[in-house]
T-cell receptor, first 114, second 114 residues
Framework: KQEVTQIPAALSVPEGENLVLNCSFTDSAIYNLQWFRQDPGKGLTSLLLIQSSQREQTSGRLNASLDKSSGRSTLYIAASQPGDSATYLCAVKSGSFGNEKLTFGTGTRLTIIP | KAGVTQTPRYLIKTRGQQVTLSCSPISGHRSVSWYQQTPGQGLQFLFEYFSETQRNKGNFPGRFSGRQFSNSRSEMNVSTLELGDSALYLC?????????????FGPGTRLTVL
């Protein structure tokens, strides 16, 4: 059974700093890994999708890496801004064909201090 | 292109009642998945529909059911509501049933069971 862990559960950093969020998963046989952000009471916004054959993806100030063999992914946020404050969730797609599903971590609540 | 829409956004029901939630995917998307999000359990997969067929199901009781229409819109039904069914219900759409498709989420329906 796939399990996804995100540590730390909460993180506060001053504006302008670079930061790294961590995600680990127990079963390395994944199809892809997706990072999302969720604002309070809202749905999920997709940030980056990394296919299992890829090592990293970049979008603006965000960079996500994937090390499938060690079951780890990181989300790097450069030059953080107050608008980056949200909960960040990673999710991995795994399972046999026809039975694949997304398994989510419990998230990291990020607060950027102005 | 319009995003995933969900109606209603908020619902208040009492124990024993039933409820139907609706999800309209992004135009052209044929796969719709449903998730339940609670503070205690996080995000959990309910089921996935593709071309009007349920192709995958999570570990939820039979009180949770769904369907998909020919226009890809999907509905989720919960019968005999329990207090523990209070949650944010999210639906996500993707272009197809391919393993590597990115999932896009709607804003969610907040269900409160009294």
């Amino acid at each position: 059974k796939q399990e996804v862990t995100q540590i730390p559960a909460a993180l506060s950093v001053p504006e302008g700093e670079n930061l790294v969020l961590n995600c680990s998963f127990t079963d390395s046989a994944i199809y892809n890994l997706q990072w999302f952000r969720q604002d309070p009471g809202k749905g999920l916004t997709s940030l980056l999708l990394i296919q299992s054959s890829q090592r990293e993806q970049t979008s603006g100030r965000l960079n996500a890496s994937l090390d499938k063999s060690s079951g780890r992914s990181t989300l790097y946020i450069a030059a953080s801004q107050p608008g980056d404050s949200a909960t960040y969730l990673c999710a991995v797609k795994s399972g046999s064909f026809g039975n694949e599903k997304l398994t989510f971590g419990t998230g990291t609540r990020l607060t950027i201090i102005p | 292109k319009a995003g995933v829409t969900q109606t209603p956004r908020y619902l208040i029901k009492t124990r024993g009642q039933q409820v139907t939630l609706s999800c309209s995917p992004i135009s052209g998307h044929r796969s719709v998945s449903w998730y339940q999000q609670t503070p205690g359990q996080g995000l959990q997969f309910l089921f996935e529909y593709f071309s009007e067929t349920q192709r995958n199901k999570g570990n939820f009781p039979g009180r949770f059911s769904g369907r998909q229409f020919s226009n890809s819109r999907s509905e989720m039904n919960v019968s005999t509501l329990e207090l523990g069914d209070s949650a944010l219900y999210l639906c996500a759409s993707s272009a197809g049933q391919g393993l590597n498709n990115e999932q896009f989420f709607g804003p969610g329906t907040r269900l409160t069971v009294l």
